[in-house]
């Protein structure tokens, strides 16, 4: 090595100066951290082999971290229609990316040990959330960990310059089934209302009950599959595309994307009132098969074209005379115009660590995994569930399959008991495992659909009763559809608790997922019709004296 040599001092070797200035016989010996930084002064272009392949090392790995995760979200794509836009979101962040290389530059910043620490806490959160085989927390897990990697590869003004393409990836995330399921109903409702009201501009009579609409000859369903999400998560990830894609104003941008969402609702809407306006006209068959299919493409179509002239009319309002082709920046044939000796920059210190927080990474995924499958108790069927309890006698009942498909639960009973004057609906939906999202539905999401109002809700603990040595606290909600009134006591039994909170319920779930490796529970549901000015501690009396019949019955069907 020119101008410098060897020496070892206990076995160790370390490198000596002979140029330092006051180099005596044995020389001004330098610290070992010396070794690693001259090392680390290799200079590595953005493009250079040794860095690409660090990042397929590194994808590689997470790849391994992930996969359950990804198998799970490809279903999702490839399964339900609302996600079906997920797959293409890889490859417009990867296209996006590429476009804006040659803007990319030497980081002389140090920034390195930010992506680590984001790399570091994303890691952790994968750990705790594969243990609860939480998907969606996973692969959130997943793009911090991404982001983090490519923070301390590229720097942070590089990374700030991909930060968009960056981000786009969020939209290929499924959400969490009961966000999904919330915002479905809420939809439901909204686009329901909307719809009758486009339908009566034509003078055709009709009544909405929750998100019925009823037009005599026909009854039309707002189903989920008609609540506009389909058109939503795809239109909401296309408006942010197009507003990154926009040489225009950031207050432009942020209008432009935020207004996908009345776009989709009232778009929705209108086909809603237009399938109701062409089965008053021209029949039922207008509501089904393929023209109902070819009816939603079509309103998805229109709604990216209101897009596009909302567009233009910014435009033209703040005095804008471009055309739409010179708005849109889309060239893909950037070329890098630095020398490339300016795109180098030094070997960060952090990879190798990085790479053994990788290795580690993996180390506890395969512990994570070996944990074995998910445990479900054995438990009785909800079939074999008494119809004579006490001296309430019950009939069976059955909900139709577009609710089963829709609720996804592995058990359920539904049967109408009777006492004297008194009868109820007893309803229990069971989940053997509520990891991959399905779960309980909570009834004051599901009430409005079937058009009863909440008139109040409050949780009481039920008759003094107590149900695996916890007070027996239930959700009591009074409900009213015209003159009729029902009473709805609901709790959540989860794994021996009794719950009444729907996100405590989502807290335990993970809890108790992680602790004890089940994820099994139901939902409890009475319904007790009143008579016209009937108090409500009727209804109060016989929820009580029912549950004293079945209380100690439960855990037969519902483990604890």
């Not at 971290?65 to 794509?77: N, R």
């Not at 719809?195 to 019925?212: C, K, P, Q, T």
Request: contains cysteine; charged residues 15%.
């Amino acid at each position: 090595m020119a101008g410098k040599c060897v020496r070892f001092m206990a076995g160790v070797p370390v490198f000596i100066n002979l140029t330092c200035p006051g180099h005596r016989l044995c020389g001004c010996i330098h610290k070992p951290g010396t070794i690693m930084q001259s090392v680390f002064k290799y200079k590595l272009s953005l493009d250079s082999p040794l860095l690409l392949m660090w990042c397929a090392v590194a994808l590689a790995l997470l790849g391994v971290l992930f996969h359950e995760s990804f198998l799970w979200m490809a279903d999702q794509w490839f399964n339900t229609e609302e996600y079906s836009h997920g797959v293409m979101i890889p490859a417009v962040a990867i296209y996006l990316a590429w476009q804006r290389r040659a803007r990319l530059v030497h980081d002389t910043q140090s920034a390195n040990g930010i992506g680590l620490g984001l790399m570091v806490l994303a890691l952790g959160l994968f750990v705790i959330t594969d243990l609860a085989t939480i998907y969606v927390g996973v692969l959130l897990s997943f793009l911090m960990c991404f982001y983090g990697l490519v923070w301390m590869t590229l720097g942070w003004r590089n990374t700030r310059e991909l930060m968009a393409p960056l981000l786009i990836l969020v939209f290929m995330v499924p959400l969490p089934a009961f966000i999904n399921n919330n915002l479905s109903a809420e939809l439901q409702l909204i686009s329901s209302q909307l719809g009758v009201a486009f339908i009566r501009l034509f003078d055709i009579s009709v009544y909405l009950e929750g998100n019925v609409i009823d037009l005599g000859i026909y009854k039309l369903q707002v189903v989920d599959a008609c609540s506009g999400l389909r058109y939503l998560y795809p239109l909401v990830a296309l408006g942010f595309i197009l507003a990154y894609l926009c040489e225009i104003p950031l207050w432009k941008r942020v209008v432009l994307f935020v207004s996908t969402i009345p776009i989709t609702v009232i778009m929705n809407s209108i086909r809603i009132g237009a399938i109701g306006v062409s089965v008053e006209y021209w029949g039922p068959e207008m509501a089904e098969g393929l023209l109902h299919d070819i009816e939603g493409w079509f309103m998805f179509m229109a709604s990216l074209a209101v897009l596009i002239v909302e567009l233009v009319l910014l435009l033209r309002l703040t005095g804008d005379r471009r055309n739409l082709t010179d708005v849109f920046v889309i060239d893909a044939s950037q070329t890098a115009t630095r020398d490339n000796e300016d795109l180098k920059r030094g070997l960060p210190v952090l990879f190798p660590l990085a790479g053994f927080l990788a290795v580690v990474s993996v180390l506890l995924f395969s512990l994570t995994n070996s944990k074995g499958e998910e445990i479900v108790p054995e438990r009785l069927s909800l079939n074999h569930f008494p119809l004579l309890v006490g001296d309430w006698y019950g009939t069976p009942d059955a909900l139709e399959s577009v609710y089963i498909e829709e609720l996804k639960f592995d058990d359920y009973l539904m049967a109408n008991y009777r006492k004297g004057r008194d009868h109820l609906n007893f309803y229990i939906a069971y989940y053997g495992s509520q990891k991959k999202g399905e779960s309980a539905h909570s009834p004051r999401s599901c009430i409005p659909g079937g058009g009863w109002q909440i008139t109040s809700l409050e949780t009481q603990h039920l008759g003094g009763l107590y149900l695996n040595s916890q007070p027996l606290m239930a959700n009591r909600a009074v409900i009213q559809k015209g003159e009729h009134r029902q009473v709805v006591y609901y709790w959540f039994q989860q794994r021996g608790r009794i719950i009444t909170n729907e996100y405590l319920v989502k807290w335990y779930l993970f809890w108790d997922a992680l602790t004890l490796n089940r994820s099994d529970g139901a939902l409890v549901r009475l319904t007790i019709p009143l008579e016209r000015n009937q108090p409500l501690d009727a209804a109060d009396h016989a929820a009580a004296d029912f549950m004293v019949q079945i209380q100690h019955r439960l855990n037969d069907f519902i483990p604890q």
